[in-house]
């Protein structure tokens, strides 16, 4: 068990630019949820999977964000025409759903959106 | 909606001191109760939880109690180390309301010094 992961750890971009986020989930983990976390305050939900289909979305995900995970695996996250308001901590955590349904968080990825 | 509230950072202690870092909540629902903890360069990680009523969670010598009569899972820890200096998350989600988004409060700081 490798955890769970995400790439890249770090990017900046400019702003306007386009960029996209993945995350391989736990093997096992059926649920996959996406959370932004900007400094000095707690992780706040934007989406989550159960295997492929998305079922719920927050309101703090614009039309400028989509979310896939197109076979159940892995997950990108999509910014377009980032903005400065961007720039965060996007973490991703991985779930069964079943037992304690606990979340297992990855490192992150920071975005700098210059 | 429902929200979580804990107490403001950041919080100074020397090692073997007593430790509490208080929070509150807010649901609509019945929620499950967790502390999550994020170390110095590393994810975030659950450090204990609770799903019910009276419930107490404990890990690492950490503590907390569900308390639905003051909407309230205070951590705790008898004697501190270095080794806990960390950022700490109360979190909660309303699992048997059918959402499994976790909500966080905005995390508390805390360095002990030798």
């Known amino acids: 068990d490798t955890g769970v992961s995400q790439d890249p750890r770090h990017k900046i971009t400019k702003r306007g630019q386009n960029v996209t986020f993945r995350c391989d989930p736990i093997s096992e983990h059926n649920r996959l949820y996406w959370y932004r976390q900007t400094l000095g305050q707690g992780p706040e939900f934007l989406t989550y999977f159960q295997n492929e289909a998305q079922l719920e979305k927050s309101r703090l995900l614009s039309d400028r964000f989509s979310a896939e995970r197109p076979k159940g695996s892995f997950s990108t996250l999509e910014i377009q025409r980032t903005e400065q308001g961007d720039s965060a901590m996007y973490l991703c955590a991985s779930s069964l759903a079943a037992g304690d349904w606990e979340q297992f968080f990855g490192p992150g990825t920071r975005l700098t959106v210059l | 909606g429902d929200s979580v509230t804990q107490m403001e950072g950041p919080v100074t202690l020397s090692e073997e001191a007593f430790l509490t870092i208080n929070c509150t909540y807010t649901a609509t629902g019945y929620p499950s109760l967790f502390w999550y903890v994020q170390y110095p360069g590393e994810g975030l990680q659950l450090l204990l939880k609770?799903?019910?009523?009276?419930d107490k969670g404990s890990n690492k010598g950490f503590e907390a109690t569900y308390r639905k009569e003051t909407t309230s899972f205070h951590l705790e820890k008898g004697s501190v180390q270095v080794s806990d200096s960390a950022v700490y998350f109360c979190?909660?989600?309303?699992?048997?309301?059918?959402?499994?988004?976790?909500?966080f409060g905005k995390g508390t700081k805390l360095t002990v010094n030798p």
């Open positions: 609770a799903t019910k009523a009276d």
């Open positions: 979190a909660l989600s309303d699992l048997w309301g059918g959402s499994e988004k976790l909500v």
